[in-house]
């Protein structure tokens, strides 16, 4: 029973922790954004010029800090929680700062990111509802055994060869072409970073207890692997980035990197076998819910549609009388001032 209340106790700091980490960094967007945009409506760009500007500054700044406590909050949360719960609850951070540019950005959030906001919240409950418990990781000698197995070193393998064959021969050809390219790379290394987080919180956690973990080989390993795949994702996400619209980006690299993450963890940790059908597939249904989420939120961004030309759009449809007219909306001289506005503002916004 006291084991059972330990790892309960566990499980739910790991989720606070995991929840924390996506309103500090869904946060930091937002303060990061504003400091920039206030910086350049008064054309200050260094710190220095006047106190004013130095506030904007501070902002910017403010933001920075606020990600980076977010993302320790989130490194640590890997030594509490399966990583299969920890990984897919990072598609909030998108929702916070989606609902937070809508209030404090003025940038305006449709019909089909609310629904999107929705999905993620409800995939996201349903996924807390049903994680799995992987087994028990008490230590980095128990984690070490892990590593040893014959099952996770042939996918560390595989996933070392295809992203060396990714890199040096595909993606020189097709990295420009091809969006999935630099996402592969991207997703395969960082399901193996994942773990070297889960090893290192491990061993953190020895550490504050007492146990001479400075002393493991395995520690230090983590640590120089750890460095390796994170300096190779964060190169070949900019690559992806400053090439395609973030629009693609971000929903492809998010399924496929969580989608990775969840196949090395239950691999590495064993995780399905001790779950029932109903918690497995609860945990899939929540996993795909905030897939579509995530598609509603950046898909359909740019879009000019809300509950107030609904009217309109159904008003044009009936009088359409055919199925193959486009759709599109009909608005009021009004209304097409109005969103005229918003897009000077929003356009202003992107462009800078």
Partial sequence: MDSDAAHRSDFYTGLALAVSSTIFIGCSFILKKKGLLRLAKTGSTRAGQGGYAYLKEWMWWAGLISM???????????????????????????????????????????????????????????????????????????????????????????????????????????????????????????????????????????????????????FWALIIFLVICISIQISYLNKALDIFNTSIVTPIYYVFFTTSVMACSAILFKEWLRMSIDGATGTVSGFFTIIIGIFLLHAFKDINFTLDSLPLYLHHGLQGGTCSQPYVALPTEERIIRDESNLTKERSMKGF
């Fill in 68 to 218: 980076g406590i977010g993302e320790a909050a989130n490194f640590a949360a890997y030594a509490f929680a399966p990583a299969t719960l920890v990984t897919p609850l990072g598609a909030l951070s998108v929702l916070v700062s989606a609902v937070l540019s809508s209030y404090f950005l003025g940038e305006r959030l449709n019909v089909h990111g609310k629904i999107g906001c929705l999905l993620c919240i409800f995939g996201s409950t349903v996924m807390v509802l049903h994680a799995p418990q992987e087994e028990e990781v008490a230590s980095l000698s128990a984690m070490a055994e892990k590593l040893k197995d014959p099952g996770f070193i042939a996918y560390a393998v595989c996933i070392v060869v295809s992203s060396l064959i990714l890199m040096f021969l595909v993606a020189p050809r097709y990295g420009q072409k091809n969006v999935l390219v630099y996402i592969l790379i991207c997703s395969v290394i960082g399901s193996l970073s994942v773990s070297c987080v889960k090893g290192l919180g491990i061993g953190i956690k020895e550490l504050v207890a007492g146990t001479a973990v400075l002393k493991e080989p395995l």
